[in-house]
């Protein structure tokens, strides 16, 4: 059975992570996260996969980060990226309507 969001403040915070995921790009490139095993995947890789500019990238993988649904670390002049297991899980609860 699904989980709906019982507060206005949970609805923003959900209501945040599908406007992060509509974007196609952003859904590329949580993809390529998603694919590398969704831990610790370099900006560097995701640019010349998807072939998108590093300004490019850091521009939507923020917007990814912002809405919870990857993190960041910085090491070196790369940032690497994380998915974030429990807002997909979170999400995934929402949308189970069984």
């Not at 610790?40 to 912002?66: F, W, Y």
């Not at 960041?72 to 690497?80: D, F, L, P, V, Y």
Request: net charge negative.
């Amino acid at each position: 059975m699904a989980n709906f969001p019982d507060t206005t403040h949970q609805a923003e915070l959900i209501a945040e992570m599908f406007k992060a995921l509509a974007d196609p790009t952003r859904l590329q490139l949580l993809s390529h996260v998603a694919a590398q095993g969704c831990d610790n995947v370099c900006a560097c890789d995701l640019t010349e996969k998807l072939g998108i500019t590093q300004p490019t990238v850091s521009h939507h993988m923020r917007k990814l980060v912002d809405a919870g649904l990857v993190t960041r670390e910085q090491r070196g002049k790369w940032a690497h990226y994380s998915i974030v297991p429990e807002a997909f899980a979170q999400l995934r609860d929402i949308l189970d309507l069984s």
